[in-house]
Nanobody, 124 residues
Framework: QVQLVESGGGLVQAGGSLRLLCVAS????????MGWYRQVPGKQRELVAT???????NYADSVKGRFTISRDNAKNTVYLQMNSLKPEDTAVYYC??????????????????WGQGTQVTVSS
């Protein structure tokens, strides 16, 4: 049906930058909201940033001014540009999308498709 593939994670020193990508593919009718979340072992997954189909964005207070979420609707891709990274940004980052898709002649909507996660490690 729908697949999400994330990339762009890695190891970076504090103060550095990374850009995450999440590409959606499959029987997509329309992608609605898109977002990034992150999770540290032993803690709940937390919202990092979201972007609506119209381009409205929302950020966690901890990343405002440092991270930028954007999307390319033609490529079914959402990006997360992360600048001025801090060790506390270390986590597995997950892409989340709200998708309307084709399913055997029907059109269905799933509001919480998740990617497999990509590790971001920021060293001090």
């Amino acid at each position: 049906q729908v697949q999400l593939v994330e990339s762009g994670g890695g190891l970076v020193q504090a103060g550095g930058s990374l850009r995450l990508l999440c590409v959606a593919s499959g029987s997509i009718f329309r992608i609605n909201g898109m977002g990034w979340y992150r999770q540290v072992p032993g803690k709940q997954r937390e919202l990092v940033a979201t972007i609506t189909s119209g381009g409205n964005t929302n950020y966690a207070d901890s990343v405002k001014g440092r991270f930028t979420i954007s999307r390319d609707n033609a490529k079914n891709t959402v990006y997360l540009q992360m600048n001025s990274l801090k060790p506390e940004d270390t986590a597995v980052y997950y892409c989340n999308v709200d998708i309307t898709y084709y399913d055997g002649g029907y059109i269905r909507r799933k509001s919480d498709y998740w990617g497999q996660g990509t590790q971001v490690t920021v060293s001090s």
